[in-house]
T-cell receptor, first 112, second 121 residues
Framework: SQQGEEDPQALSIQEGENATMNCSYKTSINNLQWYRQNSGRGLVHLILIRSNEREKHSGRLRVTLDTSKKSSSLLITASRAADTASYFCATARNSGNTPLVFGKGTRLSVIA | GAVVSQHPSWVICKSGTSVKIECRSLDFQATTMFWYRQFPKQSLMLMATSNEGSKATYEQGVEKDKFLINHASLTLSTLTVTSAHPEDSSFYIC?????????????????FGAGTRLSVL
């Protein structure tokens, strides 16, 4: 069953602006991950944040995690047209070979 | 490293035929692979967990006799859509957990194939 809910469902911004996407989930987790999907393609892993972490950075990406609110946010700074894609959060209940549960995704459009 | 190859990328078939989709981990061994299905503009829905050398674990509502999964080796899992019908038309994606080699904690990361778009006429 789906657990994550992304907000907003769609986001359109100008190149150079920051894009913020939010994700909420329902159960306890071991880690939360963000993935990117270009139209009609597979998913690419962006960043993983563990349940005992509150913030993580990777290049232009910044992820926060609030386990008390069961929510996470992904911030893309100085967006580029090439960032246009769908972004999904996914949660893992433990660190073993359990599957990820994906949210509905946010479709980001960056206009040049 | 940690590349997953999925083949074919696109298949069109007639109703009633069977279609096999392959998922390979190219540079690491994957004891567990996952098969997802994605409808247009929707999220990924887990269909089944494929375990090397044993039966797959299917999610509730997924017909195991219709979606046959075989994980015969540590680098290959196949999904066969049997007697395909137009409602089976969808985007199917496989993934494998990272190898978790020393120095890099990739075991929690799933690496995805590029997906297979199935169109059943």
């Amino acid at each position: 069953s789906q657990q994550g809910e992304e907000d907003p469902q769609a986001l359109s911004i100008q190149e150079g602006e920051n894009a913020t996407m939010n994700c909420s989930y329902k159960t306890s987790i071991n880690n939360l991950q963000w993935y990117r999907q270009n139209s009609g393609r597979g998913l690419v892993h962006l960043i993983l944040i563990r349940s005992n972490e509150r913030e993580k950075h990777s290049g232009r990406l910044r992820v926060t995690l609030d386990t008390s609110k069961k929510s996470s946010s992904l911030l893309i700074t100085a967006s580029r047209a090439a960032d246009t894609a769908s972004y999904f959060c996914a949660t893992a209940r433990n660190s073993g070979n359990t599957p990820l549960v994906f949210g509905k995704g946010t479709r980001l459009s960056v206009i040049a | 490293g940690a590349v997953v190859s999925q083949h074919p990328s696109w298949v069109i078939c007639k109703s009633g035929t069977s279609v096999k989709i392959e998922c390979r981990s190219l540079d690491f061994q994957a004891t567990t692979m996952f098969w997802y299905r994605q409808f247009p503009k929707q999220s990924l829905m887990l269909m089944a967990t494929s375990n090397e050398g044993s039966k797959a674990t299917y999610e509730q509502g997924v017909e195991k006799d219709k979606f046959l999964i075989n994980h015969a080796s540590l680098t290959l899992s196949t999904l066969t859509v049997t007697s395909a019908h137009p409602e089976d038309s969808s985007f199917y994606i496989c993934s494998a957990k990272g190898p978790g080699t020393s120095g890099r904690s990739t075991k929690n990361i799933q690496y995805f194939g590029a997906g297979t778009r199935l169109s059943v006429l």
